[in-house]
């Protein structure tokens, strides 16, 4: 149980163009997402977190409006990388949770995103 | 300010040997610690978790220490196999829910 699930697992774009990338719990209903970033050699540094049906609460110098997260339903969150440029190349992770507070983060596999 | 930090970066053992990685945190008001695996180019992957109204923890092959004396955390792996080899992440859970990561520190297990 407690699988989740990004989709694509790797992606490369060109500079100036828009990524999707999809985080599903595909056999939980997540209260919340969270959605990480980690650069090679890295520690995973938290971007946003995300809460089916409100706005995304994003960390401190991360810009929404250039990464746009959706949570429409308790299994998908999705996160848009906008106007992608090359410094924005790095292993995407999203992780899910099922409630409250000090609940296991369950963590998907990671998109890899290369932007030329 | 918060912060999760691990003593060494790398650890090199021998199959079949223990290991054991530390982690050091600061803020003393956490109470929901935990350790993840990371093998390279994937996400990662619950190993054990430990609540601060507890000392130690056990699971397979694996033993989570907590001493809130000195704000240290261990994770414990014994007869350490070749599969173990990855990165090794504690994390510390704020009052906001939210995961605070550790620098990480790389296994490898020689044969």
């Known amino acids: 149980g407690a699988v989740v699930s990004q989709h694509p697992s790797w992606v490369i774009c060109k500079s100036g163009t828009s990524v999707k990338i999809e985080c599903r719990s595909l056999d939980f209903q997540a209260t919340t997402m969270f959605w990480y970033r980690q650069f090679p050699k890295q520690s995973l540094m938290l971007m946003a977190t995300?809460?089916?049906?409100?706005?995304?609460?994003?960390e401190q110098g991360v810009e929404k409006d250039k990464f746009l997260i959706n949570h429409a339903s308790l299994t998908l969150s999705t996160l848009t990388v906008t106007s992608a440029h090359p410094e924005d190349s790095s292993f995407y992770i999203c992780?899910?949770?099922?409630?409250?507070?000090?609940?296991?983060?369950?963590f998907g596999p990671g998109t890899r995103l290369t932007v030329l | 300010g918060e912060s999760v930090g691990l003593h060494l970066p790398t650890l090199s053992v021998q199959e079949g040997d223990n290991s054991i990685i530390n982690c050091a945190y600061s803020?003393?008001?956490?109470?929901?610690f935990i350790w993840y695996k990371q093998e390279s180019g994937k996400g990662p992957q619950f190993i054990i978790d430990i609540r601060s109204n507890m000392d130690k923890r056990q699971g397979q092959r694996v033993t989570v220490l907590l001493n809130k004396t000195v704000k240290h955390l261990s994770l414990q792996i014994a007869a350490t196999q070749p599969g173990d080899s990855a990165v090794y992440f504690c994390?510390?859970?704020?009052?906001?829910?939210?995961?605070?990561f550790g620098q990480g520190t790389e296994l490898s297990v020689k044969p």
């Open positions: 995300s809460n089916e049906g409100s706005k995304a609460t994003y």
């Open positions: 992780s899910a949770r099922l409630g409250a507070f000090t609940d296991t983060q369950y």
């Open positions: 994390a510390e859970e704020d009052k906001g829910g939210k995961l605070i």
């Open positions: 803020n003393s008001a956490s109470d929901y």
